[in-house]
Nanobody
């Protein structure tokens, strides 16, 4: 079994910064991509940023230049540094990890989500 746990959400004013962290743990044999999605009320869950095990990154256009994704392969962690936050960034942010475990071939594991609210 693989567990994915996020932390770091909260309330921030427009223009502020937050850093989200995520750790994957459990019976992991190997990891591949990790990343973040977000879901605003009444909306679908959308991709925010991804990072491969080799460090290649991809961002949705709306966060380019403001968000930075990074990972520590030794610790199976991924972080999302969010700067210049806007009200439209308000959403529940979900971390994911693509992993092979002792009991499963490659599949995507999700965290429980962390709320980010950008408001004055």
């Amino acid at each position: 079994q693989v567990q994915v746990v996020e932390s770091g959400g909260g309330l921030v004013q427009p223009g502020g910064s937050l850093r989200l962290s995520c750790a994957a743990s459990g019976s992991i044999l190997s990891m591949s991509a990790m990343g973040w999605y977000r879901q605003a009320p009444g909306e679908q869950r959308d991709l925010v940023a991804t990072i491969t095990i080799g460090g290649r990154t991809n961002y949705v256009d709306s966060v380019k230049g403001r968000f930075t994704i990074s990972r520590d392969n030794a610790k199976n962690t991924v972080a999302l540094q969010m700067d210049s936050l806007k009200p439209e960034d308000t959403a529940v942010y979900y971390c994911y990890a693509d992993a092979v475990s002792w009991t499963s071939s490659s599949r995507r594991y999700w965290g429980q989500g962390t709320q980010v609210t950008v408001s004055s």
